[in-house]
């Protein structure tokens, strides 16, 4: 089974709005972390931010900010003030555990290709 | 402060060819995670290594192979290509098998 779905393959946004990108996963450990990474044309991952699951607080890292549900196993990403350089595709990624066993691979979704115009 | 480093940049090979690629971690790393992204996919995880040792593998076969050195450095070799390799590979480091992980810039493999 799918542990993270993306399910948005693009989205187009204006430079200066906001934008929504969606991940929901799926996990039956209860300690687990979520993550963003931005992948540029040029390949890399950059990360952008981490929820683990038990805090409290959604994340927020300048721009960006998360908007967790765990009830609901929702992840998404908030990006605040578009800009041009945000153009790239963004990865939701899982890691589960918090230590031991599998717990240090992570595992990406299908990412969201994120096209930002004037 | 160098973050990670991978080579080579691009790979050209010819199926049935074996390859290696290599990773430097970032200063202070001592732990490196190799992932293979297919055209349009999400990276996956094809194994850690630390303390030279392989700790943790993804679903991918033997062909696969990898090594890391005293410096923590690493390579991932891949034996008897086949087209569906050709991927972008992923390097990451981190400060022990839990730390956040750190990406190099990839290597593009094309088999033809």
């Known amino acids: 089974a799918q542990k993270i779905t993306q399910t948005q393959p693009g989205m187009f946004v204006q430079e200066k709005e906001a934008v929504t990108l969606d991940c929901t996963y799926d996990t039956s450990d209860p300690s687990y972390g979520l993550f963003w990474y931005k992948q540029p044309s040029s390949g890399e991952m950059i990360f952008l931010i981490y929820?683990?699951?038990?805090?409290?607080q959604n994340a927020t890292e300048g721009r960006y900010s998360l908007n967790f549900q765990k009830a609901r196993k929702s992840a998404n990403l908030v990006i605040s003030a578009s800009q041009l350089g945000d153009s790239a595709m963004y990865f939701c990624a899982m890691r589960e555990g918090l230590g031991g066993g599998t717990a240090s691979k992570l595992t990406f979704g299908t990412g969201t290709r994120l096209q930002v115009t004037l | 402060d160098a973050g990670v480093t991978q080579s080579p940049t691009h790979l050209i090979k010819t199926r049935g060819q074996q390859v290696t690629l290599r990773c430097s971690p970032k200063?202070?790393?001592?732990?490196v995670s190799w992932y293979q992204q297919a055209l349009g996919q999400g990276p996956q995880f094809i194994f850690q290594y630390y303390e030279e040792e392989e700790r943790q593998r993804g679903n991918f076969p033997d062909r696969f192979s990898g090594h890391q050195f005293p410096n923590y450095s690493s390579e991932l070799n891949v034996n008897a290509l086949l087209l569906g390799d050709s991927a972008l590979y992923l390097c990451?480091?981190?400060?022990?098998?839990?730390?956040?992980?750190?990406f190099g810039p990839g290597t593009r493999l094309t088999v033809l």
């Open positions: 990451a480091s981190s400060s022990g098998p839990y730390g956040e992980q750190f």
């Open positions: 200063s202070g790393h001592d732990t």
């Open positions: 929820q683990g699951s038990y805090d409290q």
